[in-house]
């Protein structure tokens, strides 16, 4: 068993990512999120792993600055808020279209704009429709405790490598602020300069060797017939991630009528809700996405044979909802499906979930 | 057994200190903790509370909206929780700077005169651990032992010469509690 300690999450974010031979971290401080780049300045990783940690002067510096590492093959790592995802997202749509890995946290606050610090939900549709520009798709991990930040550390980057493509974690300040009994992983050297040749030899910029052909980073393709032909390969890249990599819990669905989809905090709230349904003799489960792209459609089809309705619990105004509606739609189904949100960094209780469902479902 | 408490005073009290002392004694028990703070703008002189449960299963919401216990250190707390109690539930607070004291008859009441305590005692400071050791009286959640393991893990090493202060001050809040109303009755 790992070492037991109480932490938050986002002091999880830096210890895992220590642990799990993190090449790079660059940053840029905002709240609820400064203490990842906090515990890791503490930590000094460059005197025990040799780990990078940065604070640069923006965050398009960030991103910019993970796309030039992530290039060279290094497993490098930023996080912010949303404000700071939206300015690094053009920088996303280019590392996306130069087929890097890289793990990206957004440790989301209610906006839109500055917003406040509180927890929300409300990126959802930038995490996972895209955010910057162009045909692009993250794997998008969504956290639901400190120990899945933990977790979520190492599996985001070995999704990234297996595509050669960004991953996210999408948390808010809830689990970012929040501690919990967590076990940390253990530690795992950082590669080596012949292990990155190994993985990433032919497309990563080591070095050039005699007789090697030579390595090229761009998203540029001024030919549109073999821009197009990449965008090809991007869309055969996603199918596959949608067909290997769609990850999910269902919570007391097997005798359910109704059934709540909610990821995140907004899940542990609804975990609740159950509780508290179910012995009011309401038969509610509870379906957690734990990827939001690739989404759990599948899993959501095959509730929508059996089930009388679906209510989509989000800290937002109805995002993850249109993708329900879709996986519904898409299998044939016509079931009922609503939407029960808080925005501007409210968090739903548990209470006010079951009465929600109560006046929309009976 | 769980037991879903909330600490809310003010900023500068120990509000949060106190409940994270309180999670890791749980961890040092064997069982779940969840830690949830009102983080914000806050400062010094605000209010400050936090959500701790210690609970033998996996804990569910960190988030609730009412509460087995609710520790209260001033007014604005107080007219924010007590009705945010379990109907059966316990509430502890310190009067010090209580204008309205609580009135409900469907929970228990306690009262820890803790900032009159930690004066006398010479160090205002362990006045969150007089209230801490109160709330133990009442709610054995985790044992004295694992309170001072707590306290090790949660303590940065220059500070473990202080736990000896800490833990007279938990037993001096479990002998100075006093019970103002039971519902039991």
């Known amino acids: 068993m790992g070492e037991l300690r109480l932490m938050k999450g986002n002091e999880v974010l830096a210890e895992a990512a220590i642990r799990c031979g993190c090449d790079g971290y660059f940053g840029y401080p905002i709240t609820p999120q400064s203490e990842v780049m906090e515990t890791l300045m503490a930590s000094e990783p460059w005197n025990t792993t040799g780990m990078v940690v940065l604070q640069a002067e923006s965050e398009v510096a960030v991103i910019n600055m993970v796309y030039g590492a992530a290039g060279s093959g290094k497993k490098v790592m930023a996080s912010s808020s949303g404000p700071g995802i939206s300015l690094m997202s053009e920088g996303i749509s280019y590392i996306a279209g130069a087929e890097l890995p890289c793990l990206i946290v957004n440790v989301q606050r209610g906006g839109p704009g500055l917003g406040t610090i509180q927890p929300s939900q409300a990126d959802y549709f930038q995490a996972v429709k895209g955010g910057g520009h162009g045909d692009y798709k993250m794997i998008v991990l969504a956290p639901a405790s400190v120990q899945e930040m933990n977790d979520f550390v190492d599996l985001g980057f070995e999704l990234a490598f297996k595509y050669r ?166 299998a044939g189904k016509n079931v009922r499906i609503e939407h029960f949100g808080r925005m501007g960094g409210i968090i739903p209780t548990p209470g006010e979930v079951v009465d929600e469902l109560e006046q929309k479902f009976s | 057994m769980t037991e879903e408490i909330i600490i809310a005073g003010f900023g500068g009290q120990g509000v949060l200190s106190m409940g994270k002392i309180l999670a890791y004694s749980g961890i040092m028990e064997g069982k779940e903790v969840t830690w949830f703070p009102s983080y914000g703008p806050e400062m010094r002189g605000g209010t400050a509370n936090v959500t701790i449960i210690v609970s033998d299963v996996k804990i569910s919401s960190p988030v609730l909206h009412e509460y087995d216990t609710a520790i209260i250190l001033n007014q604005q707390s107080m007219d924010k929780f007590e009705k945010m109690i379990k109907p059966g539930g316990t509430l502890l607070y310190d009067p010090n700077g209580i204008i309205y004291p609580p009135k409900r008859k469907d929970i228990d009441i306690y009262m820890v005169e803790a900032t009159k305590t930690s004066v006398e005692m010479g160090n205002p400071k362990v006045f969150n651990m007089i209230v801490l050791g109160s709330f133990l009286k009442i709610k054995t959640v985790v044992t004295l032992d694992n309170v001072e393991k707590g306290l090790q893990k949660s303590l940065p090493e220059r500070y473990h010469d202080l736990i000896k202060l800490n833990i007279d001050a938990i037993k001096k809040g479990q002998e100075i509690i006093e019970v103002v109303y039971s519902c039991r009755n």
Do not use: H
């Open chain 1, 165 to 330: 493509n960004p991953a996210m974690i999408l948390t808010d300040g809830a689990i970012g602020q929040m501690m919990e009994k967590v076990e940390l992983s253990d530690y795992k050297p950082r590669n080596t300069v012949d292990e990155i040749e190994k993985i990433a030899g032919n497309w990563a910029t080591t070095g050039k060797k005699p007789g090697n052909r030579r390595n090229v980073v761009t998203s540029l393709e001024l030919d549109s017939a073999r821009m197009e032909e990449n965008n090809l390969r991007f869309q055969q890249k996603y199918k596959k991630m949608e067909e290997e990599e769609c990850r999910f819990e269902e919570i007391l669905c097997s005798d359910a009528e109704y059934v709540i989809v909610a990821y995140g905090t907004s899940s542990r709230v609804c975990q609740k809700s159950l509780e508290i349904a179910r012995s009011k003799g309401f038969k509610v489960g509870l379906l957690r996405p734990i990827t939001l792209f690739p989404f759990p459609k599948k899993a959501i089809a095959k509730l929508a044979e059996k089930v009388k309705g679906f209510l989509s619990v989000e800290m937002n105004a109805g995002q993850m909802i249109e993708d329900i509606k879709m996986s519904v739609y898409e």
